[in-house]
């Protein structure tokens, strides 16, 4: 059976996320009911990371089996033409071999979180930025966001709900800066558990409006505790924009 990887990107909002469930739909539901459209066949699609509702792809990587090889291109165009009126989109597709696995074969992946501070309602963004209506002291978010990298018992990040067997992570990057009118937290790691970026982000913005300071961030993460967690930031600002393979290097469209 060929295997094929593709690289997609959706606007979170109509989904309960990324994973196929029960209580509604779902962006490998309408990736895997797009491909069977036209092949006629059952396909499971596999990710490289279960996004939650609400939370948005530029650079997400999935891969699929198919009974019949096809060209790479057809399997783009053909997906795309039956993921209509769905805001998802296959960017590439590629064979590759059968060793290759969307979410066990990545060595890295890269979020970023995107924040709004003006006092104003977002127009554009909305849906697509999380809006704090005070203005944000950056330099003291990134200098508390380096309290954070390297490999810790990230409990304190991480949601009650979380199924990761440890709550050991190695945050690789972790950088706070301004971007026009936005804030942008960029970061990455091998893994994430579920939950941590927005609540690392939740955390950052209490120390950009003089609530935390590093200490404070630090002494949260040594603690190791739900409880210790700032407010979790909503889904709206975050997005998954690459996936690193080691037989690919970057990949995510450039």
Known sequence: MPRYRMIIEYDGRPFVGWQRQANGLSVQGALEAAIAAFTHEAVTVKGAGRTDAGVHASGQVAHVDL???????????AANAHLRPHPVAVLEASEVPEAFDARFSAIRR?????????????????GRAWRVPKRLDVAAMDAAAKRLLGRHDFTTFRSAACQ????????DRLDVERSGDAVLISTNARSF???????????????GLGRWSAEDLATALAR???????????????????????????????
Not at 67 to 77: E, M, S, T
Not at 110 to 126: C, G, S
Not at 201 to 206: D, I, K, N, R
């Open 67 to 77: 009974a019949r090889g096809v060209r790479p291109d057809v399997l783009r165009d």
């Open 110 to 126: 890269h979020y970023v979180y995107r924040i709004v501070d003006r006092r104003p309602p977002l127009a554009l963004d909305l």
């Open 164 to 171: 990761a067997s440890s709550p050991l992570r190695t945050l």
């Open 193 to 207: 558990l579920h939950n941590q970026v927005r609540s690392m982000a939740g955390s950052l913005v209490q120390v």
């Open 224 to 254: 190791a505790d739900r409880s210790a967690c700032g407010p979790v930031a909503p889904p709206d600002g975050l997005t998954l924009v690459q996936v690193d393979y080691p037989d690919a290097g970057e990949a995510s469209p450039t």
